[in-house]
């Protein structure tokens, strides 16, 4: 499983579309963001990803 790298550019939708696909296929995943406007859009991802994976049981969170 590789780490999913979050720019300040990224656009949180892709990411949160990567971030599903990765849960759907291991189960957990790994984020990586450096800077404060690479991990606002991180966790906007994350936000995203938890609709995403929520009809199929699993609750997403960060640690």
Same mark, same amino acid.
């Given at each position: +499983?590789?780490?999913?790298? =979050?720019?300040a550019?990224?656009n949180p939708?892709? =990411?949160?579309?990567? #971030?599903?696909?990765?849960? !759907?296929?291991?189960? !957990?995943?790994? +984020?990586?963001? @450096?800077g404060a406007?690479? #991990?606002?859009?991180? @966790?906007?991802?994350?936000? $995203?990803? !938890?609709g995403?994976v929520?009809?199929?049981? +699993?609750? #997403? @969170?960060? $640690?």
């Amino acid at each position: +499983m590789d780490i999913l790298k =979050v720019s300040a550019k990224s656009n949180p939708n892709s =990411v949160a579309g990567a #971030l599903a696909g990765v849960l !759907r296929e291991h189960g !957990r995943a790994e +984020m990586q963001a @450096i800077g404060a406007g690479a #991990l606002n859009q991180a @966790i906007k991802a994350v936000a $995203i990803a !938890r609709g995403f994976v929520a009809p199929s049981g +699993m609750d #997403l @969170i960060c $640690i």
